[in-house]
């Protein structure tokens, strides 16, 4: 877990705004939603037998002898927060939301056991034209940031009849290669063995290579759904390859999934997922519901935007206000809020720790400001500001207090 220092805060803002932008130009509501959530909710959600769940999240019991976890991903509480409130009574939603999750996994370039997410979620919605909306939606990120390299995959996992009979052919072939899999695999073999396909084992690949192909398992409900997707990408012009082995980590996957993925973050090279999944709400208690979605990772995104890239620097003030003597500092403060008052979006910074004008000129110089106002007990008395233009030619002036909010508004804003 790490801090995010003032340096690296503005990319952090810039980035966050430029989702906000976008998650409202497609019609996506923002909702809020808690770190910690009844343990239960993902295990119900996620899978009891995924790597989340069994070794990644943070559990505890409360003093009330209830199991609580940190979050370890958004959709499961999206869903919760949206039955609890009546969201999904008979309309349709399009929810957005940002904030940390927490994963206690192997730390790697830009991964973090907190680490932050947005996600994009969509609810009532049955046919593929609200897969294509999110894909696209991502993929319009990547050109509003700048970020190249990154390239989608998609696939069908089909509905749970179809998955059932496949997973039936799955266990089939894996059980007759008992011997060569691992020990993960192996548990995992007669509870949850889709997961085995998404294995890092380098040494099961051949193995995996010939396994039943989930694609000749498809039931003709989901063939239609991914070739009306495949039509509406390919319509749209947005450039994708199927990836038969693609299973995604969390159990309440059906029909599409998707990812974006890279090859300059190493050896996680996921950069956004998703896809849909229409079981989960009714799963949880609700009316059945079709919905899908995509979270992608805050930091790995910054860290695909820092590759080569200036930093995003912190704003400076467009003012500096010098205050030099007892005076004048029982002043400064008056004068600060009257002109925030007159000039809505001013950003200006006042000299406190005292120190003598030479000292003050110095922190304004540095600070960044265009403009320092300069006030002393003479000032002070007489009504009237000293101007001084930091980084423009013009001679310092001496402006009545009247007229200082009009000047400044034509120099800074």
């Known amino acids: ?102 994963r206690h996994e192997r730390p790697q370039k830009g991964r973090y056991r907190q680490f932050h997410q947005w996600g994009a979620e969509a609810y009532g919605f049955t046919g593929p034209d609200i897969d294509a909306e999110l894909i696209l939606l991502s993929a319009r990120l990547w050109r509003v940031l700048g970020i190249g390299g990154v390239r989608l995959q998609i696939n069908s996992l089909g509905t749970a009849g179809a998955r059932a009979r496949y997973r039936a052919a799955l266990v089939e072939y894996l059980s007759a290669h008992h011997e060569r899999l691992d020990e ?49 990408l390919d319509t749209a012009g947005l450039a994708y390859e199927v990836n038969p082995r693609l299973v995604r980590g969390l159990d309440y996957y059906e029909k599409t999934v998707f990812e974006w993925v890279t ?87 006042v000299n406190c720790g005292g120190g003598n004008f030479k000292g003050q000129f110095r922190r304004a110089d540095k600070s960044g400001a265009r403009v320092a106002l300069i006030l002393g007990e003479d000032e002070v008395n007489s009504g009237v500001v000293g101007v001084k233009y930091l980084r423009d030619e013009r001679p310092q002036e001496i402006v009545p207090r009247g007229e200082l909010a009009p000047r400044l508004r034509a120099v800074v804003l």
């Open 263 to 349: 090859d300059r973050l190493g050896a996680q090279g996921t950069v956004c997922a998703g896809g849909r999944y229409d079981r989960l709400i009714e799963q949880l208690g609700g009316r059945p519901t079709p919905a899908a979605g995509f979270a992608l990772g805050i930091e790995r995104l910054l860290a695909l935007l820092e590759e080569g890239a200036a930093p995003v620097a912190a704003p400076a003030p467009h003012v500096y206000l010098i205050a030099v003597g007892e005076t004048a500092g029982r002043a400064a403060p008056g004068l600060a809020e009257g002109l925030r008052d007159e000039l809505p979006g001013l950003r200006l910074c």
């Open 184 to 232: 993960d695999s192996r548990r995992r073999l007669h509870v949850n063995p889709l997961r085995i396909l998404d294995s890092k084992n380098p040494e099961l690949r051949a193995l995996l290579d010939g396994a039943p192909a989930l694609a000749d398992h498809l039931d003709p409900e989901s063939q239609e759904h991914f070739a009306g997707l495949r039509d509406l």
């Open 1 to 102: 877990m790490h801090d995010v220092l003032p340096e690296t805060a503005p990319a952090w803002h810039a980035l966050e705004q430029a989702l906000r932008a976008l998650a409202e130009g497609y019609g996506y509501e923002e909702i809020r939603l808690p770190s910690l959530e009844r343990t239960e909710l993902f295990v119900r959600a996620v899978g009891e037998v995924t790597d989340i769940v069994e070794k990644e999240m943070y559990t505890f019991t409360d003093l009330s002898g209830e199991s609580l976890s940190l979050r370890p991903e958004g959709t499961a509480g999206c869903v919760r927060a949206c039955l609890e409130n009546g969201l999904l009574h008979n309309q349709t939603r399009r929810l957005w939301y940002l904030g940390p999750m927490f």
